[in-house]
C-alpha cells in the first residue's frame, strides 16, 4: 500500500534515532516508513538520492549487521557498507517510484470514468 509522506527524520520537533545505511535514512527498527515510532524518510532520502519526491512505498532494507570493528551497518550477504546489490536505494527508488506513477494513473483513470 502506498504511503502519504509522513514525519521527516530531519524535523526538529521530532526526537527519533535515525540510522543511516549508504546514504539513506531510516527509523532505529531499520525502516524508511515505520508506524511503531511514527518516522517517514522517504522525501528526506528521495531528495538525497534522486534528488526528486514522488510518493512511493518505502525501501525494503535487506539484512544487516554492525561490523564490530567500526560499528558501521554492512550487509549480512556481502559484509559490505556501500553494497550496490543490497543497499542500491536509488534503483529501488527507481522502480517504486515507476509503480506510484502506475497506482496514481489508475486511480485517475478510475475516477475518469467513475465521473460519466
Same mark, same amino acid.
Given at each position: 500500500?502506498?504511503?502519504?509522506?509522513?514525519? /521527516?527524520?530531519? %524535523? +526538529?520537533?521530532? +526526537?527519533?534515532? +535515525?540510522?543511516?545505511?549508504?546514504? &539513506?535514512?531510516? *527509523?532505529?527498527? @531499520?525502516?524508511?516508513?515505520?508506524?511503531?515510532?511514527?518516522? %517517514?524518510?522517504?522525501?528526506?532520502?528521495?531528495? #538525497? $538520492? $534522486?534528488? %526528486? +519526491?514522488?510518493?512511493?512505498?518505502?525501501?525494503?532494507?535487506? &539484512?544487516?549487521?554492525?561490523?564490530?570493528?567500526?560499528?558501521? $551497518?554492512? *550487509?549480512? #550477504?556481502? &559484509?559490505?557498507?556501500?553494497?550496490?546489490?543490497?543497499?542500491?536505494?536509488?534503483?529501488?527508488?527507481?522502480?517504486?517510484?515507476?509503480?506510484?506513477?502506475?497506482?496514481?494513473? @489508475?486511480?485517475?483513470?478510475? @475516477? #475518469?470514468? /467513475?465521473?460519466?
Amino acid at each position: 500500500m502506498m504511503h502519504d509522506f509522513g514525519t /521527516s527524520p530531519t %524535523d +526538529s520537533t521530532t +526526537s527519533h534515532q +535515525s540510522v543511516e545505511i549508504n546514504d &539513506a535514512v531510516f *527509523c532505529e527498527h @531499520a525502516k524508511e516508513v515505520c508506524d511503531k515510532c511514527g518516522f %517517514d524518510g522517504r522525501e528526506d532520502n528521495d531528495y #538525497a $538520492i $534522486i534528488e %526528486d +519526491s514522488h510518493p512511493r512505498d518505502p525501501l525494503d532494507v535487506p &539484512a544487516f549487521t554492525r561490523n564490530v570493528k567500526d560499528g558501521k $551497518i554492512v *550487509c549480512k #550477504a556481502h &559484509a559490505n557498507k556501500e553494497c550496490k546489490q543490497c543497499f542500491n536505494w536509488k534503483k529501488q527508488m527507481t522502480k517504486l517510484h515507476k509503480e506510484g506513477k502506475k497506482v496514481t494513473k @489508475a486511480k485517475q483513470d478510475e @475516477a #475518469a470514468k /467513475s465521473n460519466f
